[in-house]
């Protein structure tokens, strides 16, 4: 039975997923190595809860019980004590994941389950530092997490068969749709995903068109919500980096090589929304209505 979750990280993902599991009654510790994040998340939660209250999808009381459900902490050891299944959700880095998982295999309960939700970092990999491996899973939530519905549920070579009903059990009781994917670089979502967005910066690299023009063409002429570009701010261009590092490496075919221009901006710092600037540059937060192309042809 899973009753205790703990999330470690709390940037854009991490809020999200605690948010998702204390919305549907799953007391979570949130935990982060910076005291400032874990505010923003609390923050950030709050504004989100206060979007659903107001479309009526759930109640203040809803509101309230889910942030009660919700404890912040900065000690690893401490916050994933009592926790039945664990999701990894930090920074998008080889290193820093097999250190946590090194980590969450030295201290966390015997049976807890360990799950990651990185978007392309092998599963098998992060396992293999552990003495657990039939118990550590990929639980590949999308963003805005309370709003998407899917869950990529990636088996790594010796996740068990046990291990991967309950998560995907329990991803059905977040009223998630979980599809259950082999461990290969990007999985299935990002392998696709990716090499779309590095060709849409390509095109815009190259001069074809500008950042408004390429997206419009793909939301308007293939009915995507939005452009490729726009969706990579989303992200974050540094995590859109990292991921077509692993697939470039991972597959070793020159096709998954990252566009020059998207180096160059994650080098600069312009990550997309969470730095304020990408693509778009987003002066009043992320509201796609007032973002203005930076480099917009016209
Ligand atoms: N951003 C997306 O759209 C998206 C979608 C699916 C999956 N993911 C994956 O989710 C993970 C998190 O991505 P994000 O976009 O939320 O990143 P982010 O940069 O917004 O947040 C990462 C957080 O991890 C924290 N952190 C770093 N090292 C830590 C440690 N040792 N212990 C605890 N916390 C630590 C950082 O302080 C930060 O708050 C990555 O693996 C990413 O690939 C991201």
């Known amino acids: 039975m899973i ?25 979570v510790n949130l935990i982060d190595i910076h005291t400032d994040a874990l505010e923003k998340a609390i ?4 504004k989100n809860l206060d979007r659903q209250v107001a479309k009526g999808t759930i109640t203040e009381l809803n509101k309230s019980n889910t942030l009660n459900s919700i404890t912040t902490f900065t000690d690893l050891q401490t916050g994933i004590a009592e ?4 999701v990894e959700a930090a920074t998008e880095n080889i290193d820093l994941k097999l250190n946590i998982f090194k980590n969450l295999d030295a201290f966390a309960k015997p049976g807890a389950i360990l799950a990651s939700n990185t978007s392309s970092i092998s599963i098998t990999k992060i396992a293999s530092v552990t003495n657990r491996g039939d118990q550590v899973i990929g639980m590949h939530f999308m963003n805005p997490v309370p709003v998407m519905k899917l869950v990529e549920v990636i088996r790594g070579y010796a996740t068990s068969d046990d291990t991967t009903k309950k998560v995907m059990d329990l991803s059905l009781k977040l009223e998630k749709a979980p599809v ?8 299935v979502a990002n392998r696709i995903l990716m090499p779309m967005i590095n060709e849409a910066i390509y095109t815009l690299y190259e001069g074809v068109a500008g950042v408004t023009e390429i997206d419009t063409v793909m939301k308007l002429g293939m009915a995507h919500p939005m452009g490729p570009l726009q969706l990579a701010d989303f992200i974050g261009l540094d995590v859109c980096l990292a991921i077509l590092n692993v697939l470039h490496t991972g597959f070793g075919n020159p096709k998954y090589a ?6 160059n901006m994650v080098t600069a710092g312009s990550k997309g929304i969470k730095s304020g600037e990408g693509f778009y540059n987003y002066a009043d937060g992320a509201k796609a209505a007032k973002v203005a192309a930076k480099f917009s042809k016209s």
């Open 3 to 27: 009753k205790n979750v703990a999330i470690i990280g709390s940037g854009t993902m991490g809020n999200g997923i605690a948010h998702t599991f204390a919305q549907f009654g799953y007391p």
């Open 43 to 46: 923050q950030t939660i709050s």
């Open 83 to 86: 926790a039945d299944l664990i």
């Open 180 to 187: 259950e994917v082999n461990d290969y670089p990007g999985f």
């Open 258 to 263: 990252p566009c020059p221009l998207l180096v």
